[in-house]
């Protein structure tokens, strides 16, 4: 059973740009560190301060892993402090799903 972590982001309206930048990276560096990225998703109509990442885990027991070696990367540390020292993110919300089968 794989699991989908859904990402929610409030973003500042006026950075969304720099959030972008921010998202784009990750682009290369979560699949380098064991996620398999289905993509981040800006803001287009509608609410503008709301983003996604989706990422999907063959397990929870994968995720902790995973978020270590993130934690641990040099890109990844960096991509943090990007967001961290422009204050991209005002609020950041994990949600694992499982898919519904027959």
């Known amino acids: 059973m ?21 998202a784009r990276e990750w682009l290369q560096i979560i699949p ?3 996620g398999h990225l289905i993509g981040y998703f800006m803001p287009h109509e509608g609410t503008n301060d709301v983003a996604l990442g989706l990422i999907e885990f063959e397990s929870l027991a994968d995720y902790e ?14 991509n943090f402090d990007y967001s ?10 994990r949600t694992f799903l499982r898919r519904v089968v027959r």
Do not use: M, N, V
Request: hydrophobic content about 35%; charged content about 40%.
């Open 2 to 22: 794989s699991l989908l972590c859904c990402i929610r982001y409030r973003i500042d309206p006026f950075q969304k740009e720099a959030f972008e930048a921010y």
């Open 32 to 34: 380098e560190c064991g």
């Open 65 to 78: 892993p995973y978020r270590a070696r993130l934690r641990a990367d040099p890109a990844g540390r960096a």
């Open 84 to 93: 961290e020292i422009r204050r991209l993110i005002l609020r950041e919300e």
